[in-house]
């Protein structure tokens, strides 16, 4: 299952090149292996390409990223930093060890299918009922509606397809072969794009202070499984940073690129070797809430604290405790 889920993920991956038109110089190339590829596993090819564009032109931005926007201290209903106490922080965010790996779990396993769902983790100004399927959602233009109708009809293909495999195969062989490999993609997934997108050092921007680069520079390159990461899973965790700045460059002049980048942007390239399960574990405590106020912003732990600070001009009032 570990390596199965690996090759998954690997050909899900292939199916996100095409979809930034990275895999061949011939669109329908793209578009028709990109939607066999995800729609095998269970990803709406067009409507997941259409709002994954939209996230690359507007990362790290709160009022226009689509996925990974972080809370808000009034969303999680978190006293203003100068009047809030320890018990305050500890009541709404203070969870044993046990529930948070519960909680870390359900989101390895559910994050993806309930964002399109359901837009969790979306943009939150969304409409309430905002998902991946609906012809009519905001996430969609007129023009695009043809795009998201034929992305359902190749999941509905897939239900057929399972519902196929169980009649013939049985339900314990289709789960044992398809199921928990999926499963395993969902979590690979997941963990690898939260963690380019979700680290204490990572800045958001508001309004006048957020510009495409800065939004690019706002992602993390990540060891991620050594060995393993590279070579099945394409370097997709190794070379994240390069991907936001030129997102239609194939994934394997990623190493050469990024050398580039490293000496042009400097010290604003974010890289961690941390192993990728303690840095998982660490951004899911340490990344809790962003401030209400301030156009540059740093996810805020259990404890209300941060490990990064705007710079002075940067900082209003009521965020300036530490």
């Known amino acids: ?142 023009a695009q509606r043809n795009a998201v109708i034929m992305s359902n009809i190749g999941i509905a293909a897939m239900v057929w397809g399972v519902s196929y495999s169980c009649s013939t195969y049985g339900v314990a062989d289709t789960i044992k072969y398809y199921a928990f490999p999926w499963l395993l993609v969902s979590h690979w997934f997941i963990m690898i794009t939260y963690l380019h997108h979700t680290d204490p050092s990572l800045p958001h921007y508001r309004g006048k202070e957020w510009n495409f680069q800065r939004g690019a520079a706002a992602t993390c390159d990540r060891d991620f499984l050594g060995w393993q990461g590279r070579f099945f899973l394409h370097d997709v965790a190794h070379y994240h940073v390069i991907h936001h700045f030129f997102p239609k460059m194939p994934f394997y002049h990623g190493p050469e690129a990024t050398q580039h980048l490293k000496a042009f942007i400097g010290d604003h390239y974010a890289f961690s070797d941390k192993h990728a399960f303690k840095a998982l574990w660490e951004s899911y405590n340490k990344c809790q809430f962003v401030e209400n106020e301030g156009d540059v912003l740093f996810y805020r732990d259990r404890k209300g604290q941060a490990i990064r600070r705007p710079a002075d001009q940067y900082r209003v009032p009521s965020t300036k405790a530490q």
């Open 1 to 142: 299952w570990w390596f199965q889920g690996l090759i998954f993920t690997g050909i899900w991956v292939i199916g996100h090149e095409c979809g930034h038109g990275a895999f061949s110089d011939h669109k329908i190339v793209n578009d028709i292996l990109g939607f066999v590829t995800h729609t095998f596993l269970w990803t709406p090819y067009f409507s997941w390409k259409i709002s994954h564009h939209r996230h690359h032109s507007n990362h790290a931005s709160m009022e226009r990223d689509e996925v990974y926007v972080p809370k808000t201290r009034e969303d999680l209903g978190i006293p203003e930093a100068h009047v809030a106490t320890e018990i305050d922080y500890d009541e709404i965010l203070g969870d044993t060890p046990i529930y948070t790996l519960y909680m870390l779990i359900r989101q390895q396993v559910l994050a993806f299918p309930a964002y399109l769902l359901f837009n969790v983790s979306g943009q939150k100004n969304y409409p309430k009922w905002t998902n991946h399927f609906d012809p009519n959602s905001i996430l969609f233009t007129k």
